[in-house]
């Protein structure tokens, strides 16, 4: 199938994937945009999980402070080779974690950073609110209940899995998995610090 140029350079801007990928999703999809970006998503995301083991042993200490100097961020974004430090992509990613981190405020990084107890406390909480609000409603379902009001803690709280704040249509896990899949090295959010003003 001819894939048209422009075609392919609406695709790429999309995605931000490479010309040749977009062409080859492109014709995959036979013309269908929106396959060829699900195409392009799943390719990054196998890419991302090849690329997880591989050693980091660069990267980025990046910051933001606030224009009135009463905010800052700190982040740590690991890669593997100097050369991907530098690059054009990983810099906006860096740039824009801070920015994120200043404006979300995530409590940790990801779930793993959560403690028990803290799983617990907020599982229990949230139990008890459900068995009130809930009450005469089958088990299953206060049970079901409790597990997407856990899952929305950890979209909440945790900064891997917070919605992206310049596309909330994905986490900033999903948005560092497609800079893998670009880059072609693996990237790491390794840690960061928030801190404000008398807090």
Same mark, same amino acid.
Request: charged content about 35%; overall charge negative.
């Given at each position: #199938? ?12 999309? $995605?931000? =994937?490479? #010309? ?7 014709? +995959? =999809?036979?013309?269908? +945009?929106?396959?060829?970006? &699900? ?29 009135? $100097? ?17 690059? +054009? *992509? ?16 995530? %409590? ?22 459900? =068995? +009130?609000? *809930? =009450?005469? %409603? ?8 409790? &597990?997407?009001? *856990?899952?929305?803690?950890? $979209?909440?709280?945790?900064? #891997? ?11 900033? &896990? ?20 928030? #801190?404000?003003?008398?807090?």
């Amino acid at each position: #199938m001819d894939i048209p140029a422009d075609r392919v350079m609406a695709l790429r801007k999309r $995605s931000g =994937a490479p #010309m040749m990928d977009c062409k080859k999703a492109l014709a +995959e =999809a036979e013309g269908d +945009e929106g396959k060829a970006l &699900e195409i392009l998503r799943k390719k990054g995301l196998q890419s991302a999980d090849q690329k997880a083991s591989r050693e980091v042993k660069e990267g980025v200490i990046f910051h933001y402070i606030h224009h009135d $100097s009463k905010l800052g961020v700190l982040a740590e974004v690991a890669c593997e080779t100097d050369f991907v430090g530098r690059n +054009e *992509m990983f810099q906006a990613f860096g740039r824009d974690l801070c920015l994120h981190i200043a404006a979300m405020r995530p %409590r940790f990084l990801n779930r793993d950073a959560v403690s028990e107890a803290d799983i617990e406390k907020e599982r229990v909480f949230l139990t008890e609110q459900a =068995a +009130e609000q *809930m =009450a005469g %409603r089958p088990q299953d379902v206060i049970d079901k209940a409790v &597990e997407g009001r *856990m899952k929305k803690f950890f $979209s909440e709280h945790c900064l #891997m899995d917070q919605p992206w704040v310049k596309d909330d249509k994905k986490t900033v &896990e999903q948005v560092r998995v497609d800079l893998v899949g670009h880059i072609g090295e693996n990237i790491q959010v390794r840690r960061f610090v928030r #801190m404000q003003l008398g807090e």
